[in-house]
């Protein structure tokens, strides 16, 4: 039995993942167990876990995969210094983040001082990483892959042609060109200074019109063979030393945009500020100058290798609302991305690619579902709902213990009458999402229901959309696109004559970010849905992740935390349920 660790560190989304013999069998991120959202470092409790689950020790462990090399790319950084003379300082943080990320077995014997990790640390490429995580996990034995993100190990973006087992890299975006950084930056400069923010520019953006596209191609330019460069004029990055944060906690970037950028768009907004038209008009200039440099890299992709499939990774694959037009506006027609495509997936990646190259078979097992994560029968649960007793007493709860059937009729009942339900289920979903086991569940025909939502549960910006989770069967007769996009990363408009039934679900510019549900592979799920489209007519509940500014919940504490400190109506765990008594 070959075991296989993989490791995304000393970054944002650290994350861990175990491979026995090429199979995926476990796959968490760090932030699920320090309860810090992209928590940043070494991945203890992730790898913890993971062991735990394949029961095994780390002195069982053949190869630990780690989807970064210090030593890629050495000439391009060479040259880099040579020709643009960057900040000392700059180069210096860089080589102290290089050295740290060589100390991996010092790591292991600090953390698990019981047990001697005996294998091999091999270091993966981290876009290679990347690209491992789609391609090797898609159903294709044949496809072109694209990695895209911010950077990492000097570059920004791959893509090549993958064939079985093997991954052809023919070309790449070096340091300092970035559509990840462009965005990011652009995302800083509307307020939104966390980070992984960008997501909150994407839902901006449909609030907007693009005025500003003019603009945002004198900061991004496109060349004739498909790639891109910026217009560093308007970015720091290159030569300046950017204050960053990667190790023990939340991961910050300093401000990436220069004053320049005032010049070209205005006073920058700070996050207290109100959201005017202007900046909603930027934000949507901003995701349609991105769509518009990938979709013409994706065209010249298609030209150059002449096939129909596309495996998508890197943090800018998270893009839904770009990926649900590939389709419409490149030659592709069938694509896949993996439920992790930032940088927790290259945890995956990199482990796939090790296993990939010390075999001579085939190791294509397309990951169709998340569930890789923590999970916990109805025993496990009645321990913690028994410490809990007391609260949830004081709280006006009633508790149940029900059947299968009887747990659906009485969600499908709850959900029908708007109550709010916290939904958790099996295995903790591998990736950002919650696809349907740790999630929040509610009424789509209730057009306050977002509004609900947002405001006193997840307590975040009012303009997020939530997303429709669809029976896989009712796609095409409620979207106008009939695809299979189990892990909620494509975007594409309902049909007009259905956006009045489901205005919860419904984006102000008509569209909703899919989730379609199969029965093979979450049947409860399936089940529950199912029964609420036989009681209304409707074949889709409104989905999103279990969490109040916060990592979505990993354990049973913290979704009765979640629950009891907000104001949902029930909380379904296992075979129980939790149920606010009003009277």
């Known amino acids: 039995m070959e075991i296989t660790l993989g490791l995304n560190a000393y970054h944002g989304d650290s994350a861990a993942c175990l491979l026995m013999d090429g199979k995926l069998v476990a796959a968490a991120e760090e932030e699920r167990y320090r309860r810090v959202k992209h928590w940043a470092g070494f991945p203890v409790e992730a790898i913890r876990y993971c062991l735990q689950v394949a029961g095994v020790s780390l002195s069982d462990v053949d190869t630990i995969a780690i989807n970064s090399d210090p030593k890629a790319n050495l000439w391009k950084k060479a040259a880099y210094i040579v020709t643009r003379k960057p900040d000392l300082q700059l180069i210096k943080k860089r080589l102290q983040k290089a050295q740290k990320r060589l100390s991996i077995e010092e790591e292991l014997l600090q953390h698990f001082p019981d047990t001697l990790f005996k294998g091999k640390v091999k270091w993966v490429e981290h876009h290679r990483a990347h690209i491992a995580s789609s391609f090797l996990a898609s159903p294709f034995d044949e496809a072109v892959f694209l990695s895209i993100d911010g950077f990492g190990d000097f570059s920004s973006a791959a893509w090549g042609m993958g064939r079985g087992n093997k991954l052809s890299i023919d070309g790449s975006v070096y340091f300092p060109h970035s559509l990840g950084i462009f965005y990011q930056a652009l995302t800083q400069f509307l307020g939104f200074g966390k980070y992984g923010d960008e997501y909150k520019v994407m839902g901006l953006a449909a609030y907007g019109t693009p005025n500003y596209l003019k603009e945002m191609r004198q900061i991004v330019q496109l060349n004739s063979d498909g790639s891109y460069q910026l217009n560093l004029d308007y970015f720091r990055h290159h ?191 591998w990736g950002p999402r919650a696809l349907g086991n740790r999630s929040i569940l509610a009424d789509p025909r209730r057009a306050d229901m977002r509004d609900r939502l947002n405001k006193k549960i997840k307590l975040r910006e009012t303009f997020r959309p939530l997303a429709p989770a669809i029976l896989r069967e009712a796609v095409g007769d409620w979207f106008e696109s009939d695809y299979d996009v189990s892990f909620m990363s494509e975007v594409f408009s309902i049909r007009e004559e259905k956006r009045p039934l489901i205005p919860a679900v419904t984006h102000i510019d008509g569209s909703g970010r899919l989730q379609s549900i199969r029965r093979d592979t979450n049947p409860l799920y399936y089940d529950l849905i199912k029964a609420f489209h036989a009681k209304t007519g409707v074949p889709l509940l409104m989905n999103t992740s279990f969490n109040e500014n916060e990592p979505i919940v990993c354990r049973p504490q913290e979704a009765l935390d979640c629950f009891l400190r907000t104001r949902m109506d029930l909380l379904v765990m296992g075979s129980f349920i939790i149920r606010r008594n009003e009277d």
């Open 239 to 429: 030569n300046e030393n950017i204050e960053m944060s990667w190790n023990g906690g939340s991961p910050h970037v300093g401000q990436l945009f220069s004053e320049r950028l005032s010049e070209l768009l205005g006073i920058p907004r700070k996050a207290e500020d109100s959201l005017e038209q202007h900046h909603k008009d930027i934000a949507c200039s901003v995701q349609a100058m991105f769509e518009e440099a990938l979709f013409h890299l994706l065209k010249k992709l298609h030209d150059q290798y002449d096939t129909s499939n596309l495996a998508l990774s890197g943090g800018c694959a998270m893009n839904s609302a770009a990926n649900g037009k590939i389709r419409l506006n490149t030659p592709f027609t069938n694509l896949y991305i993996p439920p992790s495509a930032g940088d927790a997936g290259g945890a995956v990646g990199a482990a796939l690619s090790v296993w990939s190259a010390n075999t001579s078979g085939s190791i294509h097992s397309h990951l169709d579902h998340a569930s890789f994560g923590n999970s916990y029968d109805d025993e496990a649960i009645e321990l913690v709902v028994d410490e809990y007793r007391e609260r949830l007493t004081e709280s006006n709860c009633i508790i149940s213990k029900n059947s299968s059937e009887e747990l659906i009729a009485e969600c499908v009942d709850a959900i029908d009458s708007g109550m709010i339900i916290g939904w958790f289920q099996g295995r903790m979903e």
